[in-house]
């Protein structure tokens, strides 16, 4: 027991693993507000990625370390090691994910909330003007029904 005295003080074991707001090396003089967006979309998109490859590929290896044979002591050691390490690199792997959805939450909360109300603004502009549309539309088909025009009724009594 040569770990020291215990307490109750928390002991910080690790930084996350995940690099938050990275930029490119664009300026961002020459982007307009799209490429901007997009540049960081797709940077969060290759985070991603390369969270979710890693998972996969040491899913792939597990399964394929897992092979039943004939092993002697010192295989069946190499692979439990084998086995470790690609399990630890996942979980690392897995909690950079966390991370990751962690800081897309906070961007989400924390986003400019004028451009989504000027979004919503305009898109309830423009399905008002539809409504507008679609009434008169209505509005004209249900009077030609209810009273068809004078013209018609006129030629037929003659």
């Known amino acids: 027991m040569s770990d020291g005295p215990q307490t109750d003080v928390s002991r910080p074991s690790a930084l996350p693993t995940a690099k938050l707001l990275q930029r490119s090396t664009i300026p961002l003089v020459d982007q307009n507000s799209n490429e901007y967006l997009d540049a960081i979309e797709e940077e969060w998109n290759k985070k991603v990625d390369v969270e979710i490859d890693t998972l996969v590929e040491g899913m792939v290896d597990l399964v394929g370390i897992a092979s039943i044979s004939d092993k002697d002591k010192f295989r069946i050691a190499q ?13 690392r792997a897995a909690h950079s994910l966390l991370s990751i959805i962690h800081s897309m939450k906070l961007l989400l909360l924390l986003s400019d909330e004028s451009q989504i109300a ?3 603004d305009m898109e309830m502009r423009h399905v008002q ?8 539309r209505v509005s004209a088909l249900l009077n030609d029904l209810l009273h068809p025009p004078k013209s018609d009724t006129s030629m037929d009594t003659s």
């Open 118 to 120: 000027n979004r919503r």
């Open 129 to 136: 003007t539809e409504k507008e549309d679609l009434q008169q």
């Open 79 to 91: 692979e439990s090691y084998q086995a470790e390490c690609r399990a630890e690199s996942m979980i």
